[in-house]
């Protein structure tokens, strides 16, 4: 395989999702904006809901989707260092989960510094534990699949 198409192929992905976290942690993305698509939604389906209840759907929301673009994210680094090849299954390794979780939370911890500079977003050093807890979730999952796999093989 070539260089490019190496790097189209492992980390044009990565970077592509890398910018569309930064993106997400813009003034765009901010709570006040999300409640604007999630709140009506919430009302039309239950028009006599408490604000209260309405906030704290959008504040899950919100928090799943923490959750989730770094649980991608978390996928997308340990293809980089893995960079796995068809037909050559590669035994799991702690060290690549390691280092992967560390480029997650630095990035997390990247991403929360970045929101200090953005009027209508606040950093919160809990943001950064949810998103590293969805990275070590995914690497939970890759590990359960690896060691399922492993053992219906033999």
């Known amino acids: 395989m070539s260089k490019f198409a190496g790097f189209v192929k ?3 992905p990565l970077l592509v999702w890398m910018a569309v976290i930064f993106a997400a942690s813009s003034d765009t993305r901010s709570f006040q904006h999300s409640s604007r698509i999630i709140a009506p939604l919430l009302r039309w389906l239950f028009p006599h809901i408490a ?46 989960a390691g280092l992967t979780l560390l480029i997650v939370f630095l990035y997390a911890a990247g991403d929360e ?15 950064v534990v949810i998103d590293t807890l969805g990275g070590a979730a995914a690497l939970l999952a890759l590990r359960i699949i690896h060691f399922r796999q492993r053992h219906l093989e033999t």
């Not at 989730?68 to 035994?91: D, I, Q, S």
């Not at 970045?114 to 977003?121: D, E, K, L, S, Y």
Request: aromatic share 16%; glycine share 2%.
């Open 10 to 12: 492992y980390w044009l």
């Open 51 to 96: 604000d209260k209840t309405v906030d704290l759907a959008v504040f899950i929301a919100r928090k799943c989707a923490h959750v989730t673009e770094y649980a991608v994210f978390a996928l997308l680094v340990w293809r980089v260092l893995r960079k796995p090849a068809r037909g050559e299954p590669r035994p799991w390794d702690w060290r690549q």
């Open 113 to 127: 510094f970045h929101q200090r500079f953005v009027p209508t977003r606040t950093p919160r050093v809990h943001d």
